[in-house]
């Protein structure tokens, strides 16, 4: 076993954490600045936390733009990057200053969400326009504050592309969502050939779909 405490270090060419604890959905959120300037950038530390009411959050490191324009407005919208924008999403992630608009940068459209400010992606299949219910710093183990910051939301909208809806049931292959795995620069993709179907035990039978 190759065994290390990360404090002193992993002794590889990379850091495992982000291959290990993969593959993660991508945080693609859209905020507004207080002037109108709107801002969309991509976080792999992205997930969802809980179902009723829906929750999903995710963590930046370093005080960035998206924090702190949740923090300040009070919403956010997160888009799914499926893998047809994949280099749209990209762009998005480029060290550009809070005055770009990161839409404009990556030819993308904002398209006007519904309860909150922030506008989603119009070419993203899904989005969920949230409303922040918390800010947190995270800690180490000693509560002493580190370089990085939680932001959750309830996700009060959803939009779901038509095409994404098979005989009534959400199809994450026809979302097509690309997900990130650690590395350098490793991304993956799904495929049907990977489907694994296993039911909880005690779980009514999950009808088969052809």
Known sequence: MHSYQPREG??????????????????????????????????????????????????????????????????????????????????????VGPEVDEFALAGLTPAPSQLVGPPRVAESPVAFECRVTRVQRLTDAAQREVDAWLVLGEVVVVHLDERVIVDGVFDTLAADPLLR??????????????????????????????
């Open 10 to 95: 992993h002794r590889l060419a990379h850091d495992p954490l982000n291959s290990i604890v993969a593959p993660r959905p991508i945080g693609w959120v859209s905020t507004a600045a207080a002037d109108g300037t709107l801002n969309l950038a991509p976080y792999s530390f992205f997930n969802l936390f809980n179902y009723s009411p829906p929750i999903v959050g995710f963590s930046s490191t370093g005080w960035k733009d998206s924090v702190a324009n949740a923090e300040a407005s009070g919403e956010f919208v997160w888009n799914l990057a499926s893998v047809a924008l994949a280099e749209p999403m990209n762009l998005t992630s480029a060290p």
């Open 181 to 210: 795995a650690g590395g350098p620069a490793d991304y993956f993709t799904l495929g049907a050939e990977r489907r694994l179907r296993m039911q909880r035990p005690g779980a009514d039978p999950v009808p088969r779909r052809s």
